[in-house]
């Protein structure tokens, strides 16, 4: 098992699925961030088999219903002074916007360029959304992300 | 309500809504000099951005007989968009000046686009393979002018299930009535699209079938409706060519149908209706294009607020 120090105040980005750790790196901005950061793949987990976390040093911003998008079995543990503090556990968000886009080729939003892409939740279950232009169905997930 | 409504799609309507539109259309059916004067002063305006024939006419034939005018463009070229205007600013600009816009366009959304940036009531003529509300107001005028109602009909539609907006929009407005079923019939390729199967058949526990061959289920039908196979949405040719003529309705096949049955099509037609077929008094498809105006006439005169 890998060793990566504590953080003191910060967030620890948890039950990723195994292998999107890295796009999720991508989407924080991480790797642009000037405190420290760490990512681990494939850890062993109880519940998955395997899993990605993220260790950040600082409590940044995050939209948690996009993460939700992404993956909503993440949870997010807030560390103050080397405590959690707080968990946050994701769910699917009803609606998102700008986090995808439409691929149908006849839906308006593949000529209308400033048009703001939403899509609602329509099946938990299934975690689809359709567009709100053309129906279109996706399925929620880091593969379908901007 | 129904006065400075957006009408995107048939859900944008409640029941009670389309009963008003029908029994609105019928009065104006009856006795249309009454209606002559009711939109006065009103402009209608007709953005159409793909080709039509009925649908365009028959709106600016509606506002016409209702008393009003109209403007628009027939086509995308004649407009600013060809110029590269936003749909966006083309909206904000045609609604300064006219009371209502009824609108097509080759982009599924657009209409429902169009309804954000609009002051005036939209109306969508038919949004690409998505949507088109009108014509369905028309197939409920015309089912409930022949069938007395909506309830306890089992509808086939049949052909191009996937990219047929008519069809969407009759699933979805049909879907509301007691004891309706489908039968969908349709090549693999053209099978109606994944959401109306799980956001309206599956949850509001409709009975359908979707089967191949017409020959096996005409039989069963109270409605037969027959579509085009949309060559304007296939990005492939070949595609377009094996499928287009999988579906042709002839006397023969009428033959195993039942004497109530009712056959429509939202026209035009290519081959999918032979024209022997057109002089059977369960062809209805010249009626509904008659029913058309009138439901248009009803549908433009509630939204505009004029009766």
């Known amino acids: 098992m890998i060793h ?15 292998g999107s750790g890295p796009r999720i790196f991508s989407w924080l901005g991480l790797d642009k961030a000037d405190f420290s950061v760490a ?45 959690i503090t707080r968990k946050i556990n994701l769910t699917l968000p009803d609606r ?33 959304y359709c567009c709100e232009y053309c129906d279109e169905l ?9 | 309500m129904l006065k400075g409504k957006h009408v995107i799609e048939p859900s944008n309507l409640s029941v009670k809504e389309i009963d008003e539109i029908c029994s609105l259309a019928e009065q104006i059916l009856v ?34 007989r209702l008393g009003g005018t109209f403007l628009g463009f027939a086509d995308a070229l004649s407009s600013s968009t060809a110029k590269g205007e936003s749909l966006a600013d083309t909206i904000r600009t045609v609604a300064a000046y006219s009371d209502i816009i009824a609108m097509r366009s080759p982009k599924e959304g657009a209409a429902m686009l169009a309804s954000k940036y609009s002051s005036k009531p939209i109306i969508n003529a038919g949004d690409g393979g998505h949507q088109h509300p009108t014509q369905t107001l028309t197939d409920l005028l015309t089912i409930r002018s022949i069938k007395g ?55 509001l526990g409709i009975a359908y079938t979707s089967v191949e061959q017409l020959d096996d289920v005409i039989g069963d039908l109270d409605i037969l409706y027959m579509t085009r196979v949309q060559k304007e949405r296939f990005f492939n040719e070949q595609d377009y060519i094996r499928l287009k003529d999988s579906y042709i309705l002839d006397a023969e096949k009428m033959k195993g149908a039942r004497k109530n049955l009712i056959v429509m099509h939202p026209l035009p037609r290519v081959n999918e209706i032979s024209p022997e077929v057109d002089s059977d008094p369960r062809a209805v498809y010249f009626k509904q294009v008659e029913f058309g105006m009138y439901a248009r006439m009803a549908l433009i005169a509630k939204l505009t607020g004029a009766i």
């Open chain 1, 4 to 18: 990566v120090d504590t953080i003191k105040n910060g967030l620890v980005i948890d039950h990723i699925r195994a």
């Open chain 2, 149 to 203: 109602g909506f309830s306890n009909l089992t509808i086939g539609l049949c052909g191009d299930l996937k990219f047929g907006r008519t069809v969407h929009s009759l699933i979805k407005a049909m879907s509301r009535y007691s004891n309706v079923k489908f039968v969908l019939i349709s090549p693999t390729e053209l099978q109606i699209p994944s959401y109306l199967e799980s956001q309206i058949l599956k949850p």
């Open chain 1, 138 to 146: 996706y399925r929620a997930g880091i593969g379908e992300v901007f």
């Open chain 2, 31 to 64: 006795d249309p000099a009454a209606f002559m004067d009711v939109c006065r002063g009103k402009i209608l305006a007709t953005l159409f951005f793909e080709p039509s024939t009925r649908t365009r006419l028959s709106f600016e034939a509606a506002i016409m």
């Open chain 1, 39 to 83: 990512m681990i793949m494939n850890v062993p987990s109880k519940t998955h088999g395997k899993k990605d976390i993220i260790k950040i040093d600082s409590i940044i911003s995050i939209d948690y219903s996009v993460l939700g998008f992404i993956d909503p079995n993440i949870t997010i543990n807030v560390v103050v002074e080397e405590r």
């Open chain 1, 96 to 128: 998102v916007e700008n986090i995808i886009a439409c691929k149908n080729p006849r839906c308006i939003t593949s000529t209308e360029k400033y048009i703001t892409h939403v899509f609602t939740l329509v099946d938990k279950k299934r975690a689809e």
